[in-house]
């Protein structure tokens, strides 16, 4: 194992009686100091990769590894960890001061280091000064930074957050994941965090797991899943994407909707059926002729910073396109790309062959 390596999970398999595996032979490593985030779906398995970290649960297959060791079998409470949990699971009839020392007495620490580290947790999360305020007194952000303080202060490796933004508003929910992301890189600890919203995913992390199933659908920084999604699930759930049928005539060429187009993607067999993803930011609006497409807008909608328009071309493909520029519902207009906006996607391909697809044209291009 890597010295940088902190959690390992190898083969890793949950299974309940006969039901369907709720996690099914994962493997992966988490780095020391990284903020990683699982991301998907309800029940696709994220909550009890993070359960089977803090010692809730074992494993039914598999091995754990926590700095080099395996943990299958070592309690909750003698692990390097602690958990933020979606609820908060903070103590109402005790003050935030001491809901932040309540593991810190249970270790028997001494007054004096308690009433030290409690304040110091408390500034790390910008509660200074609210040691004495009751539980029910506080926002659903200021609950959240004491359950961020009582996880702190007992400087564990790795801090583990279920979901602990969803029960927020969006502009606390937003101004939550900055400061979040902040603390992370203060205390340069380990964080994985779980949600199912693609946006705080691309956000806040380092990398992201994106699951589906119970198992690893790809895993990478934020840019590389969202620019290069291994397959239809990872296109659709990060991000808004056009999902075309289409066939890669040979390397770097593409044809779909009845034309074929430069692309930079190469590796797959002449003529082979492949999907390609385009994203909606990457599609400009033109007069009709000067497209690469030539669409029928259907419909329109404001949000804000652009508007989201739905065009329907004459193969019936449905095409979202983000823009700045209005459109006219009803009109025909153009849409252009450019080669590198084109995604290409074999069927039914895992993370590993899309990675031994690219060492092989890696390898290729250094040879010639």
Not at 110 to 118: D, G, P, Q
Not at 288 to 300: A, C, F, H, W, Y
Not at 324 to 347: N, S
Request: charged fraction near 30%; charge should be negative; proline fraction near 4%.
């Amino acid at each position: 194992m890597a010295e940088h390596t902190i959690i390992r999970f190898e083969q890793v398999t949950k299974q309940y009686d006969d039901d369907p595996a709720v996690l099914d032979n994962v493997s992966f490593e988490i780095e020391r100091g990284k903020f990683y985030t699982l991301l998907g779906p309800s029940g696709c398995g994220k909550t009890t990769i993070l359960r089977l970290i803090a010692g809730f649960m074992e494993p039914s297959e598999g091995k754990i590894y926590f700095n080099g060791n395996v943990i299958n079998n070592v309690p909750a409470n003698e692990r390097q960890v602690n958990t933020v949990f979606q609820d908060y699971a903070l103590f109402p009839h005790l003050n935030v001061f001491e809901n932040v020392a309540f593991g810190l007495r249970i270790k028997k620490m001494k007054n004096a280091a308690i009433t030290e580290k409690v304040k110091e947790a408390l500034r790390f999360v910008n509660l200074d000064g609210y040691e004495t305020r009751e539980i029910r007194e506080m926002s659903g952000g200021q609950r959240q930074r004491v359950a961020i303080a009582r996880a702190i202060v007992n400087e564990p490796e790795v801090i583990l957050l279920d979901e602990p933004l969803s029960a927020l508003d969006l502009k606390l929910r937003t101004e939550m994941q900055y400061e979040l992301r902040e603390l992370q890189r203060s205390l340069g600890i380990t964080f994985i965090f779980v949600t199912h919203d693609q946006e705080e995913a691309l956000a806040m992390s380092d990398e992201i797991f994106v699951l589906n199933k119970g198992k690893i659908q790809q895993s990478g920084t934020p840019t590389d899943i969202y620019d290069e999604p291994i397959n239809r699930f990872v296109a659709d759930f990060i991000g808004e994407s056009n999902i075309i049928p289409g066939k890669m005539i040979r390397d770097f060429l593409v044809e779909f909707d009845g034309k074929q187009f430069e692309c930079v993607d190469q590796g797959f067999n002449p003529n082979e059926s492949i999907e390609i993803v385009i994203r909606p930011e990457d599609l400009e609006i033109t007069g009709r002729e000067q497209g690469k497409l030539q669409v029928r807008v259907d419909s329109q909608l404001f949000r804000g910073v652009h508007y989201e328009i739905c065009c329907y071309d004459a193969e019936g493909n449905e095409w979202l396109v983000h823009s700045t520029k209005k459109a006219t519902v009803g009109d025909e207009i153009g849409l252009y790309f450019d080669p590198e906006a084109i995604h290409v996607m074999r069927f039914g391909e895992t993370e590993e062959e899309f990675d031994k697809r690219l060492e092989a044209y890696d390898e290729g291009s250094h040879g010639q």
